[in-house]
């Protein structure tokens, strides 16, 4: 027996609630089914929470490692060979614990939130319904102890994610967005499966204690070593195993050149964007280099990692430029998620192993804590702005700080903490991943410094564009929100502005075993960072605190460099040209033709001309028996010669 | 009477009844009521055959029985069953039930409508229980031909041009394939034997391999042609289009299954070298098909269309899977037989719902269906998701055997085609989706907006092939024990 055996109800609980609210949407009417969805979360929240204590503060220590603790539910859920097989188990480590707290919460605060954002909406069944369904995917895949068992709970997230950003369906932006967030990750996707294909065919496991072992490891390097992998272009097959791996993940996690999803994937309700599209679905990729971690590390000499750490570099990079220019709140959210996943993939991308080496796997997944507590807080916050002013933009808005304090003010505590402002939560999880990249490679940690302060700049033009800049007159005045979206946004700026005091490289380390990193505080590093913060606030105090003609100057000045970025570089334009003007113009429409005109266009062609010919040869129907006969007898003969003939 | 026997008999009787009434109600109940014996029985033999095999009995076919029947050509009734054969018979009833309560209110003729359905059936009964080649082709005939009479008088659109088109096409691969079987026949008794159609005696006897490689390619594409092997499809759009609903379910549910099986049970079986010295040409063919009819699907706006291009990929991977010749791509092809038999019948009922409303089946002269008729809305995402492979629902379990199967050749050729086949699956989102978004998203067409709900019969079908869909997703080990040990036992000739 195991004091983690009740591990399972965890997600079972969302997924019974799914089913129960899925089959009763008709019946149980709001509120009713809002509490029971939010009711089953609060008892998962519970079981989180007590399972972190149990594992992070009583048993989860031994000899000063963390253990990795397998629950099997069903082995050989299906057996492919003898050693591969899905089996459906939970796996309790220092990072599955972590994701299982960060779900819950945000899930937590979701629920409830979407009490009052739903309110009077006609699918407010069904929404709980699919949130329940998220809720279970994700647990499922935090909790999965099998590469291909991820894989299922990853295509379930990714179809929850797909009914959730249609949630409005009869709004045909928002169905044709969903449609986009579900084929360009499943896009990625295939090359996640043809990686797990190629991770088990050569790790003849799918298994993470497995995969992970040292014996794994060792064996697949010397494999490499002794050329018994084939490889190409100076790589083994097995690192590009690996990528293709990642690739899953840079489809989910939104990463440079896959991201274009995330931001029609604003279409969705604003709880949904903060629960999935924020803080926990976008980070599954981040969590699934995590999870294969020694994989990436040690397998010929980290190869992998480095094309991890370029495309989070880039696409950090990336995202935070378009950032600046967009218009649309939500979307300025979404890059800046996209932004600060590639923060997190920068920091695994340039991590070493053991203890202190390790920093940077360790800043990584901070970062993925509190950010998803100030995401999530953030796109709360611009739900219940959207929801006040009925705009998704921001020269709709203006002067809402003295209507609107409480949004305001916890807005602004988000804003602070995913600029790098000490002492929110941010900043610590911001710094190390600075250090850990400096301490790599100039350039990322150079391209790094300059995103933070791009982020303050963006973060703080969204703040002050919203709750300053004008007296905006409203048609309705805006309210604060309803209490229990206040709760919601309350509750997350606490865990915002706590969280950052965690002395998380305590309890989630590369190789499991615990070290002591804490802030140099007279580090010219430190100072640094904390500078370009203030610096990018500033001059978006500067430009935006009141209306000034600071904007539009910086705008022509950059000219067309402007116009790209606020195009977003044009990058959606291009996946049109390639999927309609190629791949359906020039791809599938030759083949539908080809197959209508030409193949059975053959066949027809036989049909008639077996018409002709019988027209000319119907005299021997003639309808006398032993003509017949005769036919007959004839045709036997002549099968029989051929058949002799062939012998 | 045996149990398998009964198979064939229940539905004969039931036909004769069925000769005695004329009004629709009575019709209906008496498919019904026969059917519903089907399957009690099939449930039936699945326990028996569980208890069998629990109590030790490792025969490869259970239940057998062999009864002369043509004993000038050495033809036996000789019938048997094993896990795969257990699990199709199931497949078979279910779906023909769902079928007959799609078509509980066809007014056209109900009582001969009945009839060839249930002659049809009775035909995939017995083609499922064959051990005798020879009888194989028998009940395989009895199956194919009420096809022609079920699509030229009930059918629509240019039903007769379709009618006869599959008809004929069907017909030529079945030809083929019975040449194929009469040199099998032939070239068992060359060596001073008597020659025979039985399956496990021939399996006992060794063909010789230039005689295989000549009749292996011809019986391959004989049950290939139904199977929808590329370039042998183009029967399959235009008779699917023209045909009524319950048939289009039958037919693509488990007809074009005959193909995987027979190729399965028969062909690979025993004629093992020339499948090994055909398996790159046709592994061709067959990734050709699987690509080429996602791709074709993505350019189809009629419904049926759309489905039945789809089948043409989703049963390449069934013929892909068993090019692959290793067991576990194996398992997925059998598994993925059950699979798309359930999910094209749902397909095709909820097309069939859904034109029987609206008149149209042209995806975009509909939108917003899903504030029409929801439950009909919400079943066909069901049957869109299981369709691109969905975890939770059959089609995911069945191809990532398949796809596993084929990775786990050591050879780069058909890893190379695996990686292929798997770019598949995001075709299939694509058309999909598209699908969904057209028909059942958007703003509602005001026209259609006082369409009924979905009935009760329409409900029953539904639910019935909703469920199997999910139980075989979310439970697979269950299907694939019947499966492991049939797949076992018949690909033994194959791998050394």
Redesign the interface.
């Known amino acids: 027996m195991n004091t983690f055996d009740y591990i399972y109800l965890v997600p079972l609980i969302p997924l019974l609630m799914f089913l129960f609210l899925g089959f009763t949407a008709k019946r149980i009417k709001e509120p009713i089914s809002g509490y029971l969805g939010t009711a089953g979360l609060l008892a998962v929240f519970i079981l989180s929470y007590y399972t972190a204590y149990r594992y992070f503060f009583v048993d989860g220590i031994v000899d000063g490692k963390f253990q990795q603790i397998r629950v099997m539910v ?1 082995e ?6 003898d050693k ?1 097989a ?1 089996d459906i188990g939970i796996i309790i480590d220092p990072i599955s614990v972590m994701m299982l707290v960060v779900v819950s919460t945000v899930s937590l605060m979701v629920h409830i939130y979407s009490l009052g954002y739903m309110h009077k909406d006609t699918g407010f069944s069904r929404f709980y319904a699919y949130l329940s369904l998220f809720t279970f995917s994700m647990l499922g895949l935090v909790l999965a102890s099998n590469l ?1 068992l991820i ?3 990853w ?2 997230v990714g ?1 929850s994610s ?1 009914l959730l950003i ?1 949630f409005y ?2 709004k ?1 932006s928002a ?2 967005a ?2 986009k967030a ?2 360009v990750t ?2 990625a ?2 090359f996640f ?2 990686g797990i ?2 991770v ?2 050569f790790g003849q496991s799918f298994d993470f204690m497995t995969l992970n072992s040292d014996s794994t490891i060792s064996m697949i390097n010397s494999w490499i070593q002794n050329h018994q992998i ?1 490889s190409f272009l100076g790589l083994s097959i097995f690192t590009y195993a690996l990528i293709f791996v990642f690739i899953g993940g840079m489809g989910k996690s939104a990463m440079f050149p896959l991201h274009i999803w995330l931001p029609d994937a604003m279409e969705g309700p604003t709880p949904v964007s903060a629960l999935i599209h924020a803080a926990t679905m976008v980070v599954a990729g981040v969590y699934l280099v995590a999870r294969l971690f020694p994989l990436y590390y040690h397998i010929e000499g980290g190869a992998a990692l480095r094309f991890v750490a370029i495309v989070g570099t880039f696409s950090a990079l990336f995202a935070a430029i378009i950032a600046l220019t967009q218009e649309d709140i939500k979307r300025v959210l979404a890059f800046s998620t996209m932004s600060q996943i590639g923060y997190m993939m920068m920091a695994l991308g340039v991590s070493g192993f053991d203890e202190h080496e390790g920093l940077g796997y360790m800043a990584g997944m901070f970062h993925l804590f509190t950010h998803a507590m100030f995401k999530a807080l953030l796109f709360l916050v611009a739900g219940a702005v959207i929801h006040a002013v009925h705009s998704n933009f921001m020269d709709k808005m203006g002067g809402l700080h003295k209507h609107m304090p409480i949004s305001s003010w916890t807005f602004l505590i988000a804003a602070l903490a995913i600029s790098g402002i000490p002492p929110f939560a941010g900043f610590f999880s911001k710094d190390e991943i600075l250090t850990a990249a400096f301490e790599y490679n100039k350039v990322i940690w150079f391209v790094g410094f300059l995103v933070a302060g791009m982020t303050a700049f963006y973060m703080f033009r969204l703040y002050f564009r919203i709750f300053h800049h004008k007296n905006t007159e409203y048609e309705h005045p805006p309210h604060e929100a309803p209490w229990n979206m206040s709760f919601a946004l309350i509750f997350l700026a606490v865990m915002t502005m706590a969280v950052g005091f965690i002395s998380f490289s305590e309890y989630v380390s590369a190789d499991l075993k615990p070290f002591h990193s804490h802030i140099h505080w007279g580090d010219p590093l430190v100072i640094g960072s904390i500078l370009i913060a203030l610096t990018g606030i500033g001059a978006a105090y500067l430009m935006y605190y009141k209306q000034t003609e600071y904007p539009a100057k910086v705008a022509s000045g950059f000219g067309k460099v402007y116009h790209w970025t606020k195009n977003k570089f044009y990058m959606d334009e291009l996946y049109l040209f390639v999927t309609h003007k190629i791949i ?1 113009d020039k ?3 030759p ?2 033709w080809f ?1 209508r005109n030409v ?2 266009g053959f ?2 062609l036989l ?1 008639v001309t077996t018409e002709n010919l019988s027209e000319r040869i119907k005299f021997i129907q003639s309808g006398r028996l032993q003509d017949y006969a005769m036919y007959f007898v004839s045709g036997v003969v002549a ?1 029989v010669m051929i ?1 002799i003939y ?2 | 009477m045996d149990i398998l026997t009964l198979f064939i008999v229940v539905p004969v009787l039931t036909v004769i009844v069925l000769l005695f009434v004329n009004k629709l109600e009575k019709a209906r109940l008496i498919a019904l009521a026969g059917m519903i014996i089907q399957l009690i029985m099939s449930i039936n033999l699945i326990n028996e055959y569980m208890k069998a095999r629990a109590a030790g009995d490792h025969a490869i076919m259970l239940f057998e029985r062999n009864v002369p029947w043509y004993s000038d050509f050495n033809a036996n009734y000789h019938i048997g069953v094993d896990g795969v054969s257990v699990l199709m018979i199931l497949l078979t009833t279910l779906i023909v039930i769902a079928g007959i309560f799609v078509s509980w209110k066809i007014d056209y003729m109900p009582k001969e409508f009945f009839i060839s359905l249930i002659v049809l059936a009775s035909g995939v009964y017995g083609f499922f229980i064959s051990l005798d080649l020879f009888t194989m082709f028998v009940f395989y005939e009895i199956a194919v031909i009420p096809m022609y009479l079920l699509i030229g008088i009930w059918g629509s659109g240019p039903r007769e041009y379709a009618a006869m088109k599959l008809t004929l096409m069907l017909m030529g691969a079945s030809a083929l394939l019975l040449v194929s079987l009469f040199g099998i026949y032939y070239y068992s008794g060359t060596n001073g034997m008597e020659p025979t159609f039985d399956l496990m005696e021939l399996a006992n006897r060794k063909m010789d391999f230039a005689a295989q490689k000549i009749f292996y390619p011809l019986a391959f594409i004989g049950f290939g042609t139904i199977g929808a092997l590329f370039p042998f499809h183009t029967w399959s759009p235009d008779g699917h289009a023209s045909a009524p609903t319950a048939v289009s379910m039958l037919h693509a549910g488990v007809l074009m299954k005959l193909g995987g099986y027979g190729i399965f049970r028969f062909i690979m079986f025993l004629m093992p070298e020339g499948a090994l010295f055909w398996q790159d040409f046709f592994l061709i063919l067959a990734v050709t098909g699987v690509t080429y009819g996602a791709m074709a699907a993505i350019q189809q706006t009629d419904l049926k269309y759309i489905n039945a291009y789809s089948s043409v990929s989703h049963l390449g991977l069934v013929l892909f899977a068993l090019l692959m010749i290793n067991k576990t791509a194996w398992n997925g092809a059998m598994l993925q037989s059950l699979s798309h038999g359930f999910i094209t019948a749902l397909f095709f009922a909820l097309i069939g719902m859904i034109y029987g409303r609206t008149h149209v089946r042209d995806i975009t002269k509909m939108t917003g269906m899903m504030r029409i008729v929801p439950f009909l809305g919400v079943a066909y995402v069901i049957a869109a998701l299981a369709n691109l492979g969905l975890p939770g629902f059959s089609g995911f379990v069945a191809e990532m055997n398949i796809f596993m199967g084929g990775f786990l050749n050591n050879d780069l050729y058909k890893q190379a085609m695996t990686v292929f086949a798997v770019s598949s699956i995001v075709v299939t989102a694509v058309y999909m989706l598209r699908l969904v978004g057209r028909m059942l998203y958007g703003p509602v067409t005001t026209v259609y907006t006082n369409l009924p709900k979905a009935f009760w019969y329409e409900k029953v079908a539904i639910g019935i092939l909703v469920l199997f869909i999910t139980l075989i997703g979310t439970l697979p080990f269950w299907w694939l024990q019947f499966i492991q040990e049939s797949v076992d036992n018949f690909i033994k000739p194959l791998v050394h």
Do not use: C, Q
């Open positions: 069903k050989g859920w299906i057996h492919f060979t591969l899905i291909f894989y299922i709970f295509e379930l179809v797909y249609g369906f009869e045909p169905v044709s969903s449609k579900f084929i499943r896009f996707d295939m499966l043809i294909l190629m088990g065919y084939f359906f791809i599938s429409k083949i539908a197959d193949i059975d066949m027809n049909g099968i058949i062939f012998r």
